[in-house]
């Protein structure tokens, strides 16, 4: 366990409204990542964060903005959703060491959280 | 374009049989190779792979990767039904940023 919290876990919301998905970890790991998942994809990139107001895109960023204002907080916003952004998005941190917490390089996954835009 | 490509999609098997998972790859920036099983919720951590040849073993799990075929295979020796699950292999550079490229994915289901 990681210590990485995602909220809301589910949300169900219309097309054209704002999102805003939290990442939460306790651990003070520079790089935080944004995935999205989706049947016959895998998990796909979608925003990761290198440090604080560090960001970059991922393979999948058209329609999505983040912002990471403190190390422990990465948030994803759909600043207008729509039916193709129904998905399950999952938040990863990288093992930076190779202590109990993990081995340097393995991304440590939070539990999801399930959108589905009507 | 960076690909990572899992075969089967689907696999059903019985309790005690042993199955190996395909994943080939193709990605600019490669230096290791991940897989990850994923039962209800979050992905979970089995193997990294960096070295070609070299088995990484843990249980009846075991994984070897062909850096000169750009494969990867995970076996599961005498399955159980806790087996079942989604299993995810990711390709890339894990330096820096870490920008990983995750197949599809093997569904493995075991009947008892």
């Known amino acids: 366990d990681a210590g990485i919290t995602q909220s809301p876990r589910h949300k169900v919301t219309e097309t054209g409204t704002p999102v805003t998905l939290r990442c939460h970890q306790t651990e003070n790991h520079r790089y935080m990542y944004w995935y999205r998942q989706d049947p016959g994809h895998g998990l796909r990139l979608i925003h990761y964060?290198?440090?604080?107001?560090?960001?970059d895109k991922g393979e999948v960023s058209d329609g999505y903005s983040v912002s990471r204002s403190k190390t422990e907080d990465f948030l994803l916003t759909l600043e207008s959703a729509t039916s193709s952004q129904t998905s399950v998005y999952f938040c990863?941190?990288?093992?930076?060491?190779?202590?109990?917490?993990?081995?340097?390089?393995?991304?440590?996954f939070g539990e999801g959280s399930r959108l589905t835009v009507l | 374009e960076d690909k990572v490509v899992q075969s089967p999609l689907s696999l059903v098997v019985h309790e005690g049989d042993t199955v190996t998972l395909n994943c080939s790859y193709e990605?600019?920036?490669?230096?290791?190779l991940l897989w990850y099983k994923q039962e209800k919720k979050a992905p979970t951590f089995l193997f990294m792979l960096?070295?070609?040849?070299i088995e990484k073993k843990s249980g009846r799990l075991s994984s070897i990767l062909d850096k000169k075929e750009l494969f990867s295979i995970l076996n599961i020796t005498a399955t159980q039904t806790g087996d079942s699950a989604v299993y995810l292999c990711a390709a890339g550079e894990i330096q820096g940023a870490q920008k990983l490229v995750f197949g599809q994915g093997t569904r493995l289901t075991i009947n008892p």
């Open positions: 990605v600019t920036n490669f230096r290791s």
């Open positions: 990863a941190i990288k093992s930076s060491t190779s202590g109990t917490s993990g081995r340097y390089g393995e991304l440590f």
């Open positions: 960096t070295s070609s040849g």
């Open positions: 964060s290198y440090g604080v107001k560090d960001t």
